[in-house]
């Protein structure tokens, strides 16, 4: 797909990037990647608000800031302050407004970025060397701050200026004088930038912010591409191929030539006399009229030919047309396919492939080249996505290219390493957040090993436990459930999509992860790192022998994730025995949740969300310790380990026309019936989904759970 790059090496990258007070970016910094970066996120979590910023930062002469560029919750905060201002000063507006600003109580947070650069050691910097702060030969570091800042001055004089305007609307109209203000504020802004210490601290000003805007080769490829559809008569893909070898000098030389010869065979035609005589002679004799009238300065129309590189190109253009050479099922014929045949998918990968071609190839390596793509997965089936991700990062490798990629498809996560990838999260209201994975598998994977899955020893080996239990759908995940088996997906997906009590659970994007009984526990810590709010939906699996509550709460659990969670959550002997008494006095004494956020809300208010909830069968469920066995409890209203006749379980299976087989014991527990159906679980729960019991037969710890899920 991607062939005969040259390899080239990257002198300077971008190793950090941080941000405050832009829009949802209210904080936050990410650490980029030499080569590649993946940035995840859902719709509206702030990936492109990051990469506009970029662009404005690195490529636009004016940042001319809007209302709508301050953080929505800073802006509300400084209206209000302003409101309470005027308020106590009626008579006074404008130099209440005048003092606060001077004082420092009217202003709103400043708008910042800062960037990181490093190089090695053996890079020519000699085009940035003048930026270079700290000459420590441990250090290999420039550091920039580009901040928007508040002209006094200048915003006193602007607000005096509309004095009157200002003060008739703070009394009459509020949304009116609020939105002048804000104008007056913005265009009082003025950006600068700075080159500093590792502290960002010691700023020296850039004045002339062209030097600084040329240290940096930007490109982004943004999601909004044109490509062609079936429709497109433009011949889009062959403009951009002509595009791509535009300054290579044997096509410069071609092209030169080529306009000579077609300017000669122009002039040997004779076309301008031609045309002369047959379309301008008539028009001449009304032009020697008007200047007649006009003191004789109109003068005689004429034609002449000139052949331009442009005009040779253009022509190229409108007369080449790209197609697709396909072998026959015979493989005796070709056939030839017009460009806009493969469908927007396949474009869109062309596209793609061109610009970065064109990026690499006109780079300078001695500026900080970084090309964007924004949602790359645009038009692409799920295949095509993986296919690509795996390709793209091969072509950032290769070339040694810095390359940020943003996405939401958990197709194109799936084709990338851990390592590089950054979550963008909205953490709180107006505010959002980058996780590092990289970070997390640096500073988590060694203590995910333990007794139970040895296996688990590498950043390998955990990448790949990792891409089998679904971690891309959890990186864009509101929430997530953790069950058993296919029965519980089967059920759970049914119910929340059927039943008008979890209808708001419809609204979210749910991760479903299947765990089984011994690995939810191995999610705590992504889970954790993400702040993903999660139910864990499991079975107490005591010994089949026990028969009674009490013999109950004296066994032990089966259950690994029950557990393991307990033990996280006591101090205890490696080889303590767990008992279930225990167990359901600890649940019951934390309600279920155990797990617990620390946030930071933007009005410094600490709070601590629930984060993970653990539900399993208990009194409510009848003592059950599966989920079909306590659907079945509910269904039939049984008593805790009851035993019914085997007649009575025949009965009951005809009236419900539920599937679930019966032994031929003459007296049966639920567990007998349970182990007589472990090979049909799957057919028992389509018959409860498919005869409409599946509302009326929902166990108490599923539906505590779903409702928690809500809150």
């Known amino acids: 797909m991607f062939k005969n790059i040259m390899k080239e090496v990257v002198i300077l990258y971008i190793s950090r990037i941080s941000v405050n007070n832009y829009r949802q970016l209210k904080k936050v910094s990410i650490n980029l990647e030499k080569h590649t970066s993946i940035l995840a996120g859902p719709n509206n979590s702030g990936k492109t608000t990051l990469i506009q910023l970029l662009k404005r930062v690195l490529t636009e002469k004016n940042f001319n800031v809007q209302a709508y560029d301050f953080n929505i919750y800073d802006k509300k905060e400084w209206l209000n302050k302003v409101h309470n201002s005027i308020e106590q000063n009626k008579d006074r507006v404008v130099q209440s407004l005048v003092e606060g600003i001077e004082g420092n109580r009217l202003l709103l947070p400043e708008i910042e970025m800062r960037i990181q650069i490093n190089y090695e050691e053996t890079d020519d910097i000699s085009k940035i060397a003048e930026y270079l702060m700290d000459l420590s030969l441990d250090r290999n570091s420039f550091y920039f701050i580009y901040k928007v800042s508040l002209s006094k001055k200048m915003i006193c004089n602007l607000l005096e200026a509309s004095k009157v305007k200002l003060e008739s609307r703070a009394l009459e109209n509020e949304s009116s004088f609020d939105a002048n203000l804000i104008n007056i504020y913005c265009s009082s802004l003025k950006d600068h930038v700075y080159f500093t210490d590792e502290n960002y601290n010691n700023g020296t000003e850039i004045i002339d912010q062209s030097n600084f805007r040329e240290l940096f080769n930007f490109e982004c490829i943004p999601a909004a591409r044109p490509v062609n559809d079936n429709s497109d008569k433009s011949h889009h893909l062959s403009n951009e191929l002509i595009a791509l070898v535009r300054e290579d000098g044997e096509w410069i030389d071609k092209i030169d030539s080529l306009s000579d010869k077609v300017l000669s065979n122009l002039k040997d035609s004779n076309i301008s006399e031609t045309l002369q005589k047959g379309s301008s002679s008539a028009l001449n004799g009304v032009l020697k009229l008007v200047s007649e009238s006009n003191g004789g300065h109109t003068g005689e129309l004429f034609f002449d030919s000139d052949v331009s590189q442009e005009n040779v190109q253009g022509f190229i253009g409108n007369t080449t047309h790209a197609k697709y050479k396909v072998t026959g099922e015979d493989t005796n014929n070709e056939y030839f396919l017009n460009e806009n045949s493969q469908g927007l998918g396949y474009s869109n990968l062309i596209f793609l ?60 996560v799936r084709g990338t390493d851990m390592s590089s990838l950054r979550v963008i999260r909205e953490e709180s209201r107006f505010n959002g957040k980058i996780y590092d994975l ?218 419900t026309r539920l599937k679930f087989s019966i032994s031929k014991s003459k007296e049966q527990s639920l567990i007998d019936i349970l182990n007589a159906t472990s090979g049909k679980k799957t057919d028992f729960m389509f018959s409860v989904i498919l005869t409409g019991q599946a509302q009326n037969m929902l166990p108490n710890y599923i539906e505590e759970g779903l409702k928690w899920l809500m809150r």
């Open 353 to 412: 492939h061109i610009k970065i071609q064109e990026f690499i190839k006109l780079r300078d390596s001695q500026k900080i080249n970084l090309l964007v793509i924004e949602e790359p997965e645009s038009h692409m089936h799920p295949q095509m996505q993986y296919v690509f991700a795996h390709e793209l990062i091969n072509v950032y490798n290769k070339t040694d290219l810095q390359g940020l990629i943003t996405t939401h498809s958990t197709e194109l």
């Open 438 to 655: 990289s970070k997390f598998v640096n500073e988590k994977v060694e203590k995910l090993a333990d007794d139970h899955t040895p296996e688990i020893t590498s950043v390998k080996n955990f990448k790949d436990f990792f891409a089998a239990i679904g971690i891309a759908d959890l990186l864009f995940a509101d929430m997530a459930i953790l069950f058993e088996g296919d029965t519980e997906r089967l059920y759970l997906r049914h119910i929340i999509n059927h039943d008008d009590e979890f209808s708001p659970l419809r609204q979210k994007y749910i991760a479903y992860i299947q765990v089984g009984g011994a690995y939810a526990h191995k999610y705590m810590k992504i889970l954790d790192f993400l702040k993903i709010k999660t139910l864990i939906l499991t079975d107490i699996d005591y010994k089949e022998c026990v028969r009674e509550e009490i013999q109950l709460k004296e066994s032990t659990t089966t259950n690994e994730t029950i557990k393991n969670l307990y033990k996280e959550n006591h101090v205890t002997e490696q080889s303590q025995e767990i008992k279930i008494k225990d167990i359901f006095t600890w649940i019951t004494n934390v309600n279920h949740v155990i797990r617990k956020g620390n946030i930071k809300r933007l009005n410094g208010q600490i709070y601590q969300p629930e984060l993970t909830f653990l539900e399993f069968q208990g009194n409510k469920d009848k003592y059950t310790r599966t989920l079909e066995a306590a659907m079945l409890a509910k269904k039939f209203d049984l008593e805790p380990f009851a035993v019914l006749q085997r007649e009575e379980w025949k009965e009951k299976r005809k009236e």
